[in-house]
């Protein structure tokens, strides 16, 4: 893959595309503005006789995650399949062995997510984030591969009012990498696929579909620096692209 440019330096975050206004900013969910109850994981490994410590598995989350969007499993496994091979994969950075309890905690975890989403948890620099872009004028758009419980789980952490439009693939019927998520996206929100961002966690997934769709640009969210080479504009926080587009905004 061609070299990246460093952190910082990338020139698409421009509100100014070929003399186009930038207006929307599509942004995945999982792994972005929401993550897994780390905490959560923990309690449910200990009635199962696991211990893991939620730092450690954080922790060991973004190389996991790297190692499966990197792998051959990703472009063709459903969104589904991949969500349980990353479970055992963080599992396994954070030293610990997959066992029949690891899979009997699994389960339940499984269970849990079928019912309201173990994607539970915003970061405290989320909402900030999201008033920042709000604040340059841009339409905010979800485009997730999901479970069919993205719209129920947003309403419960908070986040349904910060947004203008969410896409779940497991209503639509259609997943990213498929650019056809992201086409239902930009017909639904109005949106012109010359003046949209796309930022999103995974390569693979995110870049590829984004790309395959059409969008003036697609950032990769990479916060520990695990990407360096790859030919997409990165950044390590929501922060960080807000910052980056209030500047190019005024200048």
Known sequence: MTCGLPYGLWPVASLMLE??????????AGGVLVFP????VCDTLARHGVNAAPDA???AELLAKRDLDLGRTVPHASDDERGWDYFNGVLAEAGIAQTARTDAALAELHRYHDEVNLWEHVPGDVVPALTRFRALGLRLVVVSNA?????????RVGLAPLVDLALDSAVEGVEKPDPRLFQIALARAGANAATTLHVGDLYNVDIVGARAAGLAEAILLDPGGLYEGFDCPRVRSLGELAEQLEKNSQG
């Open 147 to 155: 479970n069919g419980k993205l719209h129920v789980l947003f309403e």
């Open 37 to 40: 109850n780390w905490t959560r």
């Open 57 to 59: 598995l954080r922790s």
């Open 19 to 28: 003399g186009v206004t930038l207006e929307t900013l599509f942004i995945d």
